[in-house]
């Protein structure tokens, strides 16, 4: 049964009112006769009445340090301000050598007002790359094997890479440069952004905010160059940053910028033609990863940056000191923002921003950020240290340090130009945005904050319950998992028998469903996870279950399935005919997509002949009649055809549709009849 809850504030102006005057006779001992309102002692009793039913209100509410102080216990906070966050492609000038751009150069929105400021997160080495005829999309190509996808990736075309795994040729990636390669310093690198296909590909990007880092990759790749002794030589692993965890997501790949690069050839234009190479050492991709976009000449560009502010104090040591900041300046950040004060002893001593001063003591040197009016908060000595700057005038005795920005402001659409802000040094070149600002957010109001963490407190994080390991593994930040089954009391090294406190958990990783007569990869029937993927899973389960129990990953079981179909018809195309009911059984069977509520097929279902003829008679659409179906299991000694009986595969299996047959024939003609 539930607590009911308190009300504190159920006493209105009228009822104390009236409570009082009716205290007044034995009070006054019947001295006092006139209560009306034109008394002053009636007018006092109001004004006390008015007092005491604030006091009520505020009794029954709950301050807003109490709902920090509650959420503090939990972990968790109000957020601030979110900074959006992008990819700047640098358009080099083409007569210009190597241009180098330092970490944290600031970046303008070109015709913004206000001004839309953005800063790199690290540095960029600027190759002088040449422009395709719109003079945006820098010339670069694209080699698998004997295919040029140059034109693909100029058209925006998806391009498949690795399709065969460790097996697959390699990937030329060629960069157009308008003359010899200047001589690069150490710190020099070369950046390219690999933008992937999201569809099947859930991971958050290398620049969101949701990335998570840290997961192996799911194969071993090697990237190499042409240097000038002729021969092919490889990047050291150590020296790779890959951004897109072994091409599991969108992200960016810094490689060191060789002194030996040779050019392979010079175009007729006079372009200086280097390439690099990609290859897979290993197998291991679940699905093969498409290439929408490369980009070189790239950083990931946050919207904020860094700002002084000095002050020369005109205030005197008293509570409620605020400092107000310039108005021209985008609104501060808590992350990243403090101030010095020269204090009374001569010395400077930081102090830290806090989300309330209710939880610090007189002698804390702590400040609010109010963000929307642009001011810095002090506290009364009490609850935070009143600044008390130095006796010296006409000097700056407080220097801020600010870190302004933030707001879903930042979320900008792609393919917007940017230009050097003030503070940018003059060589630096412009820029475009080559995907949109994504995780600008403004403050959290408080109450949105309490209602999250709720809704976070009914969130699983303890593996109980089937359903809390199907949660936990379909949501392991990183990887790609689409689909969760777990096998209570299944233990791999025992399949045959129960055993207590044994939990296998099949995974199947996400994979896109390509709907298209000619995607650039085909369908992976049967997707397996990779090797990193299932260690993530088993990972995160382990930290989440309880003590006492084994927890097991397996990629799902396949059972390879052989469809023969008998149709009875004459329909105008018979190949798009057998090409509809192909499809409409290979949905139906899916492991994704598949099954009658179309999330996929169900763990360990049986195959129903009579199910799969009536998908197969939809799909036909009244050009013929399905007139029989049979389905037979290839993993088995004695592979047999049933079309009748449903087709057991396994409590914990799912089918894999290896090969459907399907055979037309005329109808039969039906002579005689009544006379």
Not at 447 to 467: E, F, K, P, Q
């Amino acid at each position: 049964m539930p607590i009911a809850p308190v009300i504190l504030d159920d006493l209105t102006w009228s009822d104390l009112t009236d409570a009082a005057r009716g205290r007044i006779p034995a009070a006054s001992n019947g001295r006092w006769t006139l209560h009306a309102p034109v008394d002053p002692g009636i007018t006092l009793l109001e004004l006390h009445a008015w007092l005491l039913e604030q006091r009520l209100y505020w009794m029954d509410q709950v301050p807003d340090s109490m709902s920090r102080g509650a959420l503090a216990l939990l972990g968790d906070a109000a957020q601030d301000a979110q900074c959006a966050t992008s990819v700047l492609y640098f358009n080099p000038d083409p007569a210009s050598s190597l241009v180098r751009v330092a970490a944290q150069t600031a970046m303008q929105l070109q015709d913004s007002d206000p001004p839309l400021i953005v800063s790199l997160t690290e540095p960029v080495t600027v190759l002088p790359l040449a422009s395709q005829d719109a003079g945006i999309a820098p010339l670069v190509g694209v080699q698998i094997g004997t295919t040029n996808h140059s034109p693909d990736l100029a058209a925006g075309r998806d391009i498949c890479l690795f399709g065969d795994g460790a097996n697959s040729p390699e990937v030329e990636i060629t960069l157009n440069l308008t003359g010899p390669l200047p001589t690069p310093l150490a710190a020099d690198t070369i950046s390219l952004a690999l933008l992937l296909e999201t569809d099947g590909n859930p991971v958050p990007p290398q620049w969101s905010p949701d990335a998570v880092d840290g997961v192996a990759p799911p194969a071993q790749l090697a990237w190499s160059y042409d240097s000038t002794a002729g021969t092919r030589t490889r990047f050291a692993a150590a020296d790779v940053s890959d951004g897109t965890g072994g091409l599991r997501r969108s992200g960016i790949v810094r490689l060191p910028l060789p002194a030996d690069w040779q050019a392979s050839a010079v175009t007729s234009d006079g372009y200086h033609q280097f390439r690099i190479y990609l290859s897979a050492d290993t197998a291991g991709f679940a699905v093969p990863p498409q290439l929408v976009g490369l980009w070189p000449n790239v950083a990931i560009a946050r919207h904020s940056y860094r700002t002084r502010q000095q002050v020369v104090p005109d205030w005197l040591p008293l509570p409620g000191i605020a400092i107000q900041l310039d108005q021209d300046k985008p609104p501060p950040l808590v992350e990243g923002t403090r101030l010095r004060l020269r204090e009374r002893d001569g010395q400077w001593h930081w102090w830290q921003p806090t989300a309330d001063l209710a939880f610090h003591g007189r002698e804390d040197r702590v400040f609010v950020i109010d963000r929307d009016a642009g001011v810095l908060r002090f506290g009364n000595g009490e609850i935070g240290r009143i600044p008390i700057p130095t006796a010296l005038r006409d000097l700056p005795a407080v220097d801020v340090h600010l870190s302004v920005g933030g707001g879903d402001a930042g979320n900008v659409a792609e393919f917007c130009h940017w230009e050097p802000a003030d503070s940018a040094p003059e060589a630096t070149p412009v820029a475009v945005n080559i995907v949109a600002g994504i995780g600008g957010a403004d403050p959290e109001p408080l109450g949105d904050a309490r209602r999250r963490v709720a809704v976070a407190l009914r969130r699983a994080d303890r593996a109980v319950l089937d359903d809390d390991f199907v949660t936990l593994a379909c949501t392991t930040p990183g990887v790609a998992i689409r689909r969760a089954h777990a096998a209570i009391g299944y233990h791999p090294d025992f399949p045959c028998r129960a055993v207590p406190g044994a939990i296998t958990v099949f995974v199947v990783p996400d994979a896109p469903r390509p709907t298209a007569a000619d995607p650039p990869c085909p369908r992976v029937v049967a997707p397996v996870p990779d090797a990193a993927a299932l260690a993530a899973v088993a990972a995160r389960l382990d930290r989440a279950r309880l003590i006492a129990s084994e927890v097991y990953v397996r990629p799902p079981v396949y059972r390879r399935t052989a469809i023969t179909v008998d149709v009875q018809g004459n329909p105008a195309s018979p190949e798009t005919l057998r090409a509809d009911i192909a499809n409409g059984l290979g949905d139906f069977l899916d492991p994704l997509i598949g099954g009658g509520d179309g999330n996929g097929w169900p763990f360990g279902e049986p195959l129903r002949p009579s199910a799969l003829l009536r998908v197969a008679q939809a799909a036909a659409a009244g050009r013929g009649d399905v007139v029989g179906l049979s389905i037979r299991l290839l993993d088995v000694a004695d592979p047999t055809d049933e079309g009748c009986q449903d087709v057991d595969i396994g409590a914990h299996a799912l089918p894999a549709l290896d090969s459907i047959r399907i055979r037309i024939s005329a109808p039969p003609v039906v002579t005689g009849g009544l006379q």
